[in-house]
């Protein structure tokens, strides 16, 4: 073992890296301070006072962009937030008030992808507005404006007395409670927040079907993780074994030979991913765009076959290769989101991520099934792909001629 320097990295001191990234993946700092805020967007439409003081509570709990309607569905829908919120007309206003009239509301609009997530943004929403009525108690003032407020608005119909008196009678003992020193609860139960929640791809493209719909990606991930470990590790093996020379002895160049492996790599993959559509047809997975998704199948395609090449030239034994390829493809998989979601790491993580290729191929492989991307939303993730897959094959094809 000890002359085995990468058997001696992966039994010692990789599970150790792999403990410290799970841990800041799952916000294990400590306390509160390493916890990941929600990323969403948020749309104003009230624009008052009452509205904004609303926004600023929500930053304790929320790392909030302020946008268009348009903008934020658009950045919903592409995956770049986990939802937005619109603050509707009338919000500040109702702010004002508390048992009368209509509730402050707000919009959601949550990627069907994150339900979890979405009850979640809820969950806080509730609290964050349930802090208006500590904040009204706190203030007698405010308190009996609004109760004048209410009974200078009530009906003088006769004909309502039974229904309006005692609520007459509750806002007279509302403001003599809050102007006693004792004062603290809120007497009864009220509506402090009215959420409508939207599901930003159904409304305005289809969404994930079922659940299959968004796991097929991460499976399609293992899937080509396996075939360049295979492939990568074979190709140390023959070089290893002299198999590499011998080809040379044939009338063909080392660029032909090389060549040849990756075509039967891409090949490989390809055939892969078209198994595993075909199960997940069985699960109920209905690709949106047949086109999209071959382009994300063929753009994964060639970023893994670099990858594959890239693996291969780093270990002169296949111990050192196979190695060397888990050592880079797990903490890629890891902040691409092929073992947990993005949403649920801090930020630092999932900024981290952009430079994960595993994230695109997800990203291009769900804009074939479920979120409908046109070619030009495609073009992004599949060209990233293109520009990894090549630069990894030309450093790769590099050091196998140098080995």
Known sequence: MPRNKGGMFFTFAWPIVLMVLFGFAFGGTGGDAGAAKVRIAVVDEDGTAGSAAFLTRLEASFELTPMTRPEAETAVRLGQRSGYLVIVKGFGAAAERLFY?????IELGVDPARQAEAGMIEGLLMKHAAADMQNL??????????????MAGMPTDPALGPQVAPV?????ELKTFVNTPAAGAAPGAWEPLRITSRSVARERRRGPDNAFDVTFPQGIVWGLIGCVMTFGVSLVTERTHGTLVRLRMAPLTRAQIL???????????????????????????????????????VSAAVCFVGLMMLIASLGKTEQTAAGAGWAILMPLSMIGGAMVPQFVMPQWMQTAGLISPIRYVILAIEGGIWRQFTLSEMALP????GVVGMACFVAGTRGLRET
């Not at 007459?168 to 007279?172: E, I, K, P, V």
């Not at 599949?382 to 792909?385: E, F, I, K």
């Open 382 to 385: 599949c060209a990233v792909l």
């Open 101 to 105: 009239g209509a509730p402050k509301e």
């Open 168 to 172: 007459q009678r509750f806002l007279g």
């Open 137 to 150: 108690f706190n203030d007698p003032a405010a308190t009996t404006r609004m109760a004048d407020q209410a």
């Open 259 to 297: 060549g040849g492996k990756a075509l039967a790599c891409f090949v490989t993959i390809m055939v892969v991913e078209l198994i595993l559509l075909a199960v997940a047809f069985g699960f109920g997975v209905r690709p949106s765009s047949l086109p999209m998704l071959a382009l994300a199948g």
